[in-house]
């Protein structure tokens, strides 16, 4: 079954309040997916919020996902272990799916940003063929390289060291590729 479609316009509408609700209790906030890549027509919501643990602004964060519980469904354990939340907002249109992407230091958010952004075709054509191509891997919402220790009682375990990528701008220089506007990936 495929999902409702819903102008740009209002998706884009819907999505600023939110990001205006949360500016305040973030480091940085920003929109992703279809609505990034200005499709006409959009079925959900993407939105990363990158927030430094133990500061004002996250204690402030998580009360504000805490005022809001009965309507945000957290999801912390899905497979590639983002931390978000999902609500149905209902809007003058109809309801419509947000996805609320959580971004913590280790300095990830250019790998988030451009993850979330989409489409699954230019992540599994471009993004992660050249992550394998320099020996890293992305593993649970980071970019990792092999690590030049062991660990292990036996020092056999292969250890993995996080790759920062603080804005999408370093994703791409990091996989040696020139930066590619959203509305331009396929």
């Known amino acids: 079954m495929s999902k409702k479609e819903y102008p740009l316009k209002y998706a884009m509408e819907e999505a600023e309040y939110i990001v205006r609700q949360f500016e305040p209790v973030t480091e940085r906030i920003d929109i992703a997916g279809s609505i990034r890549r200005r499709k006409p027509f959009?079925?959900?919501?993407?939105?990363?919020?990158?927030?430094?643990?133990?500061s004002k602004k996250a204690v402030a964060f998580w009360g504000k996902v805490i005022d809001m519980l009965g309507y945000w469904y957290p999801h912390v354990d899905?497979?590639?272990?983002?931390?978000?939340f999902q609500?149905?907002?209902?809007?003058?249109?109809?309801?419509?799916t947000v996805d609320f992407f959580v971004v913590m230091p280790p300095a990830q958010w250019g790998w988030i940003y451009a993850l979330r952004t989409g489409p699954d075709t230019f992540n599994t054509r471009k993004l992660l063929p050249a992550i394998k191509r320099l020996g890293y891997r992305a593993h649970e919402g980071r970019i990792q390289k092999p690590s030049e220790s062991k660990g292990g009682i036996f020092g056999d375990v292969e250890l993995w060291d996080d790759v920062a990528t603080p804005t999408e701008l370093d994703l791409f220089e990091l996989l040696g590729m020139p930066f590619i506007t959203p509305e331009k990936r396929s």
Do not use: H, M
């Not at 959009?42 to 133990?54: C, K, N, T």
């Not at 899905?78 to 978000?84: L, T």
């Not at 149905?88 to 249109?93: L, N």
């Open 87 to 96: 609500r149905v907002v209902y809007t003058k249109i109809g309801p419509i």
């Open 42 to 54: 959009v079925s959900d919501i993407e939105i990363i919020a990158e927030i430094i643990p133990a």
């Open 78 to 84: 899905k497979p590639n272990g983002d931390r978000f």
